[in-house]
């Protein structure tokens, strides 16, 4: 008999997005759409497990609006004959007894979902599927592990299942990941009776072969960042017994645009006349825009530049509009003897912030160093610190 999964990961449910200013009920809106689409192909379906490896929610503390309508997609989905397994993420793992607990737990205390909480042990549960006996284990993110650790090298991998699959939220050699300085399965630690490993943290669909176990990313199914702009989002179905996976199929869902363009800014040049000529160009009040500035600014292109004057603009014309800046800033009078070049505060935060990151060694400070960096910025630019 053939056994099918829907596979999804990364839904990042409830995200700041202060950003986006008035707009930013609208940005969440768009998380929880893409959910949606994943959780009424499950309903369609009817596939035998539903497996999400990590990141459902974007931090440990959703609004209770957010929380209420996944318990209620996850009880139709439970009750329309599909298992749920799930594992907490890096966004929704406590890192102390401090945080409290995963808001994973409750929809595992309902008893709509299967929950592997732990991050130093595997969690195991077998269940019998079309007269297969499917074992399916999962280990949540542990944000205390080294990056140079293998995740798989320290823990018993359960696999005495017809078919055996493993959730877990890394980067695994072989793939690109998305966060390079968290720490990476090897493929030597991967084990040879697993059928499936489903992986999360991985942004970006992906998938390999090795010996007969199928690993796969399905990504995310938003764009969380302007890295992932060009990338297709979506989550999968496979089909698989105990030869192996049968079929792993992408289905795409509808996301909000985004788009880059890079400026190179010649001497002199009307800044705002060059950026409101584009916006006009493109106008879509569904567009995530962000220009990027290279160049330089001079004295009299800095006289005219009204960085606020082309934000309101972006936000009347599109849904959102970024503007960051490497642009070289040159002061043609002659500097006294010593004296230090001043930059502005969006160069001078991004720097300084910048290079804490790369000194920090332990990975959750890091990440908390990378919000404030993006979440300085943010602020920086809404203050109009050019």
Not at 60 to 77: D, E, G, H, I
Not at 236 to 242: A, G, Q
Not at 288 to 313: C, P, Q
Request: hydrophobic share 40%; with cysteine; aromatic share 8%.
């Amino acid at each position: 008999m053939v056994l099918t999964i829907l596979h999804t990961s990364d839904s990042h449910l409830d995200v700041p997005a202060v950003m986006f200013g008035s707009r930013r009920y609208e940005r969440k809106k768009d998380f929880l759409q893409t959910f949606d689409t994943m959780v009424e192909y499950a309903l369609e379906k009817r596939p035998d497990l539903l497996l999400h490896s990590g990141d459902l929610f974007d931090g440990l503390n959703p609004r209770n609006p957010v929380r209420a309508q996944v318990m209620t997609a996850f009880r139709k989905v439970n009750e329309n004959g599909t298992r749920i397994f799930v594992i907490s993420g890096n966004h929704d793992v406590p890192r102390g007894v401090g945080q409290g607990v995963s808001p994973l737990l409750e929809y595992a205390r309902a008893g709509f979902v299967t929950f592997f909480s732990d991050w130093d042990a595997i969690g195991s549960e077998s269940v019998d599927v079309k007269g297969l006996n499917v074992e399916v284990s999962g280990i949540s993110f542990d944000p205390t592990m080294d990056a140079r650790t293998d995740p798989l090298s320290q823990v018993s991998i359960p696999g005495k299942g017809d078919v055996n699959i493993l959730l877990i939220h890394q980067n695994i050699e072989g793939l690109r990941g998305t966060f390079p300085t968290t720490p990476t399965i090897r493929l030597a630690s991967v084990a040879k009776n697993l059928t499936y490993l489903a992986i999360g943290h991985i942004h970006e669909h992906q998938r390999q072969q090795v010996g007969n176990t199928m690993i796969c990313a399905p990504g995310s199914t938003e764009h969380v960042s302007f890295t992932e702009e060009k990338q297709q989002k979506g989550f999968v179905w496979l089909e698989l017994d105990t030869d192996g996976v049968h079929q792993l199929k992408f289905i795409p869902v509808k996301t909000r645009p985004m788009q880059t363009l890079d400026f190179t800014i010649p001497a002199d040049a009307d800044i705002n006349e060059l950026l409101v000529k584009e916006i006009n160009r493109l106008r879509n009040p569904q567009l995530i825009l962000r220009f990027h500035l290279k160049g330089v600014m001079t004295i009299r292109s800095a006289e005219r530049y009204r960085r606020s004057e082309v934000l309101r603009n972006g936000f009347a014309k599109c849904f959102s509009t970024e503007i960051v800046d490497d642009l070289e800033y040159i002061n043609p009078a002659p500097q006294a003897s010593g004296e230090a070049q001043l930059k502005p505060p969006l160069a001078e935060y991004r720097e300084l912030l910048s290079a804490r990151i790369q000194q920090e060694k332990d990975p959750a400070k890091r990440a908390l160093l990378q919000k404030a960096l993006e979440r300085g910025l943010a602020l920086l630019e809404e203050e109009g610190g050019w």
